[in-house]
């Protein structure tokens, strides 16, 4: 099976907790690593050069001509539509899906803190705790960004928490506050991964329904649905996150400066994100 990630150091973390997944039910896996828009342009921030699939494009573009089998993403990264042809093949064990505000722990901060992050939902979500923060954009991996703020150019900077863990990183030398989902909304499907393939090729389908977790699946579903619904991406300031707790749902949303806490049941899941929709946009 030949399986399509991005390069970075996180993606490629991730691409290898798939391929153990699968080589454990004795398939024998190639990665084949693909470079994306994205990857290409690290100094414009997301919503400049444009949100819409950014991170996965070139990826779908490799399943649809044959060159790959399946390909793995943060969940995060993915638009509200994928290409035509396509499908999540399962949804393997979610990471922490909370914002972390990574400092030094021996700093000096100027008055007004500079905090990197090119995100419009975190900018949204931090300026709200802090008024007085000055946001500047910031790109690359998370070995870079932490370099930079080791270089002065930022005060803090806003990481994923699952990104973090799954890279396994040592955090000496800095002081790390994240955030509950309540604080500081994720953007829909933080921590969870999304493993693609095509739509028509029912035997790879079947197999990664083998490395599926149901329970990450449910929420993956949900905040897809609700996200799908508002038709939202990247260069907006957009949160959604679901808490399953056995059939109980509840959702945190965020939508350009309203924010809203619903529960339901999952069963309810169609007509929570209907009124979900109708209270941001009727």
């Known amino acids: 099976m030949i399986l399509a990630t991005r390069g970075s ?5 991730q691409a290898d907790i798939v391929k153990k997944k699968l080589e454990a039910l004795g398939i024998s896996v190639q990665l084949l690593v693909v470079s994306t828009k994205g990857d290409r342009d690290r100094l414009g921030a997301l919503k400049e050069i444009g949100g819409n699939g950014l991170f996965i494009r070139e990826l779908e573009k490799k399943l649809l001509n044959g060159e790959a089998d399946v390909a793995v993403h943060s969940g995060k990264d993915l638009p509200y539509m994928l290409a035509e042809g396509l499908c999540i093949g399962c949804v393997p064990d979610a990471a922490d899906p909370r914002d972390c505000l990574i400092r030094l722990r021996k700093r000096t901060e100027r008055p007004q803190p500079v905090i990197g992050t090119g ?5 949204a979500e931090y300026a709200a705790r802090n008024p007085e923060a000055v946001f500047r954009n910031i790109r690359g991996n998370i070995d870079t960004r932490l370099k930079k703020l ?18 396994s990183l040592s955090m000496d030398g800095y002081e790390s506050r994240c955030f509950s989902v ?3 909304i994720p953007a829909p499907c933080q921590g969870l991964l999304a493993v693609e393939c095509r739509e028509r090729d029912s035997a790879t389908r079947k197999l990664l329904q083998k490395i599926n977790d149901a329970e990450a699946a ?8 609700l996200f799908r619904r508002l038709k939202a991406d990247c260069t907006k300031a957009i949160g959604i996150h679901a808490v399953l707790t056995g059939n109980d749902l509840t959702f945190y949303v965020l939508s350009e400066g309203k924010r809203l806490a619903r529960k339901g049941t999952y069963q309810q899941l169609p007509a929570l994100c209907e009124e979900i929709y109708g209270e941001l946009y009727g």
Do not use: N, Q, T
């Not at 995100?119 to 900018?123: A, F, I, K, N």
């Not at 449910?218 to 649905?225: C, G, H, L, Q, S």
């Open 9 to 13: 150091a996180l993606a490629l973390s």
């Open 119 to 123: 995100s419009p939902r975190r900018m």
């Open 150 to 167: 080791e270089a002065g150019e930022y005060d803090g900077i806003i990481l994923a928490a699952g990104g973090m863990e799954r890279l």
């Open 182 to 184: 309540e604080e500081m």
């Open 218 to 225: 449910k929420r993956f579903v949900a905040e897809r649905m």
